[in-house]
Every structure is written in C-alpha cells, then in structure tokens.
C-alpha cells in the first residue's frame, strides 16, 4: 500500500509518500510545496492545488493522512491555513483517495509509542522507520512522513485487530 502524508499549511505543506512492505516502511518521496507570502491567496491555493494532484498522479497513494489543525492563536493565520487544508484534502478526494485524519497526539503516539514525545523524538523515529541517513528538512516534510507512519501504524493495529 502506498500512502500520502500530509502537514498543511499554506506558505509550506509538506508531504511524505511511503510504501508499505509487511512491517517495513520505504520512503517513495518525501518533500514540500512552497508558495510566496506576497502572492495572492486565491493563487496559492491553486499552486498548492496543482502540486499536490501533479504528486498524487505521479506516485498513485491509495490513502492520504493530513494531520488535523490545532488551535492557533492568530486567527488569520489559522483560517488560511485552514483553507489549505480543505484544497488539500479535495485534491485527495478529487483523486479517489481514502483520507484519514490524525491529531498531533496521535501522530507521535503512532510513531514513538506516547503523546507526549518531543519533536526531535518523533524526527529521529521517522529517520529510523525509513532507514534515512538524516532527518528530513524542512520540519513538515518530516512531521507529513510522521503522519503517513502514523497511519501505516494504525491501519495495521486495525487489521490484527479485526473480528473474523
């Protein structure tokens, strides 16, 4: 199984696609998409928009996992990001994708094994998981593998747990 993973935003979104092999996960690509703060926001979700199906039709996931936006204290910042996020998840769901979405506590209880791990941890995990010689940068292009083996995770605790 091949899935997307995918930290929001705007002026970044990062984005980590992983191959699923048994218990072994394979980094596919893994980066970010840009966009120019002085550029017009109707425009940047387009960029975005045009990127993220460009990576979607290249690498044919059949899941995406976007982690779900926490509470941000400027609210300008936090309903464009929000918007982003919606034109991120439309370009899964225009491309027949399963989404599934992930909180931060999730995320580092997937990858480390508690809610409370710090950044650098869930970094160096996500460097051991995919056997990197280095941490991804920037951040959200490690935090999105984060989210993809968050849900590579939860997808097979579901399975061993599944009722016959």
Do not use: W
Not at 7 to 18: F, L, Q
Not at 85 to 106: D, H, K
């Amino acid at each position: 199984m091949i899935i997307l993973g995918i930290d929001p935003g705007i002026a970044i979104v990062g984005y980590g696609i992983i191959k699923c092999e048994g218990n072994s996960y394979k980094p596919l690509e893994y980066g970010c998409i840009r966009t120019d703060s002085k550029a017009y926001f109707p425009d940047r979700l387009k960029i975005v928009y045009e990127e993220l199906m460009d990576i979607i039709d290249t690498y044919k996931p059949q899941d995406m996992a976007i982690e779900e936006l926490f509470f941000n204290k400027n609210v300008r910042t936090a309903i464009k990001v929000g918007q982003a996020r919606g034109v991120e998840i439309l370009a899964g769901v225009n491309s027949g994708l399963n989404i599934y979405e992930y909180t931060p506590l999730q995320i580092k209880q997937g990858v480390v094994g508690y809610g409370t791990a710090e950044k650098h941890q869930v970094q160096e995990m996500v460097k051991l998981l995919l056997n990197l010689k280095e941490i991804p940068k920037p951040d959200d292009t490690s935090d999105a593998l984060a989210v993809a083996i968050c849900h590579a995770h939860s997808i097979k605790f579901k399975e061993n747990f599944r009722m016959k």
